[in-house]
């Protein structure tokens, strides 16, 4: 009985631990210098902030920013400007380190957690 009484206990435990992996995010208040639409920044390394919301409790234990040239290719997923790849780490906030941005360019970006 104890045994069953264990398995029980360990099934639970990862249900749960699954639930969490998997439970919906939004990313929310995506920011560029703390600025949520920014526009002429000056700066060649920004930082791009997000928060995370969830219903579970979760953490965030990676996350991926790409920056695009369009909004077009943003929608794709695809990162004509940088990739940060995945990037283990719970921080909500990343420097870009892509080639030198350019003035009077837009730019896209998303955060995928």
Known sequence: ??????IILGLTVLLIFNLCTVAPKNITTLRC?????????????????WNIESEAGCKQNAFRVIVA?????????????????KTAS?????????AKLQS???????VEA
Do not use: C
Not at 39 to 49: E, N
């Open 69 to 85: 040239s369009s909004k077009d290719l943003l929608i794709k997923g695809e990162a004509d400007i940088w990739d940060s790849e």
């Open 90 to 98: 719970d921080m909500q906030m990343a420097y870009y380190e892509g």
């Open 33 to 49: 210098e703390y600025i949520k639409e920014p526009l002429g920044i000056d700066i060649q390394k920004p930082r791009f902030m």
């Open 1 to 6: 009985m104890k045994k069953i009484t264990n």
């Open 104 to 110: 009077h360019t837009r730019y896209w970006w998303r």
